[in-house]
C-alpha cells in the first residue's frame, strides 16, 4: 500500500466515511551534490549556534517564532496539535459548484482520494454524483501545518483532490491585460485554421522534459569519458508580418507529436493507487 499523506473523515451533509490521500504527481528533476573544488570530497551542511560560535546537532534544535527582533517564542509539536483545527482529521465539503467556474491558475498540488476501511460505498456514492452532477466539491482539510481550501472532482477511476491557493497568495498584475482590438478579423480567422491544422487529442504521455534527457546524457557522457556534444541553438526571428508569418506557418505546419506507444491508461484516466508501483530509475546524483 502507498504511503498516505492524510488520513480522516469525508464529509458531506450528514454523510460521513473514511477517506485516505496519496500523493498524485511529483516534480521529477535531476540534482547535485555540493563537492569541495581540490578534491571533490562531499560538503556536508552544518547547523551553527551563531551564540556559542560552534554546530550544535540537530536533536538541540526547537522551533522558534520571531515575534520582535532578537526575541523568540519556543513552539514545540504538543503546542501545534494542542491549536489544530477539526479538519485535521474531518475533509468537511462547504459547497458544490460548477466545475466550468474554476480557474485552474488556483489549483496547487494534486492527490488521489481512495476509501478506507468501510467507506466504498458512500466514496463511490459521491464520486458518481460528481460526475453526472459536472460539479465539483468545495472543502477544507488541515494538512502540513497548514489549513487549505480544496477542490474534489471526479478523475476517470476515482476522487481527485486539488489544495487551492488563497485569494491573496493570487498575484493581482494591472499590467497583465489583453488589448484585442489591435487584432484584425483576417488575422483572427487565420490563427484559427492554425489552430485546428495543429488539433491533437492531449497524450501527456508524449512530452517529454527534453532538459533533464540532455542533462542525463551529459552526466553518462561524461562518465563514460566521452566528449560533451553542445546542443544546437534556435535562433526565432521576430515576427515582422504577421499575415504571411501565420500563411507560412500553414503552408509548413508540422503534424502534432504522437505518442510513440500507447500508455497503460487513456489521457486523463487516473486511477487511485492501492499499492506503490516500482520506478524505472536511471543514474543519477543523489540529493544532499
Not at 562531499?42 to 549556534?49: A, D, G, L, S
Request: net charge negative; glycine share 4%; with cysteine.
Amino acid at each position: 500500500m502507498a504511503a498516505s499523506v492524510w488520513k480522516g473523515h469525508l464529509t458531506f451533509g450528514l454523510v460521513s466515511f473514511p477517506v485516505r490521500l496519496f500523493s498524485a504527481a511529483r516534480a521529477e528533476t535531476i540534482s547535485f551534490n555540493l563537492l569541495h573544488k581540490e578534491d571533490h570530497s562531499r560538503i556536508k551542511q552544518v547547523t551553527f549556534c551563531q551564540a556559542e560560535d560552534k554546530p550544535v546537532p540537530r536533536t538541540d534544535l526547537v522551533k522558534g517564532y520571531e515575534y520582535e527582533k532578537d526575541h523568540y517564542v519556543v513552539v514545540d509539536e504538543d503546542d501545534i496539535r494542542k491549536v489544530a483545527p477539526k479538519t485535521a482529521r474531518v475533509m468537511e465539503i462547504l459547497e458544490f459548484v460548477k466545475a466550468g467556474e474554476v480557474d485552474p491558475i488556483y489549483l496547487e498540488s494534486s492527490y488521489y482520494v481512495a476509501p478506507d476501511e468501510g467507506g466504498e460505498k458512500p466514496y463511490a456514492l459521491l464520486f458518481q454524483a460528481l460526475r453526472d452532477s459536472q460539479y465539483y466539491a468545495v472543502a477544507k482539510v488541515a494538512m502540513h501545518n497548514r489549513e487549505h481550501i480544496i477542490i474534489l472532482r471526479p478523475g476517470a477511476k476515482g476522487i481527485l483532490l486539488h489544495t487551492m491557493y488563497y485569494q491573496d497568495e493570487i498575484r493581482q498584475v494591472d499590467e497583465f491585460r489583453t488589448d484585442t482590438s489591435l487584432v484584425k478579423d483576417k488575422e483572427l480567422d487565420m490563427a484559427k485554421m492554425l489552430i485546428s491544422s495543429l488539433e491533437a487529442p492531449f497524450e501527456p504521455q508524449k512530452y517529454h522534459d527534453t532538459y533533464r534527457d540532455n542533462l542525463q546524457k551529459m552526466i553518462e557522457d561524461k562518465i563514460e569519458g566521452r566528449k560533451v556534444v553542445v546542443a544546437p541553438a534556435e535562433h526565432v526571428a521576430p515576427v515582422i508580418d504577421i499575415m504571411e508569418a501565420l500563411k507560412r506557418s500553414l503552408s509548413e505546419k508540422k503534424q502534432p507529436a504522437r505518442a510513440e506507444t500507447a500508455a497503460p491508461a487513456a489521457a486523463g484516466q487516473e486511477e487511485v493507487p492501492t499499492e506503490a508501483a516500482p520506478r524505472k530509475r536511471t543514474r543519477r546524483s543523489k540529493v544532499g
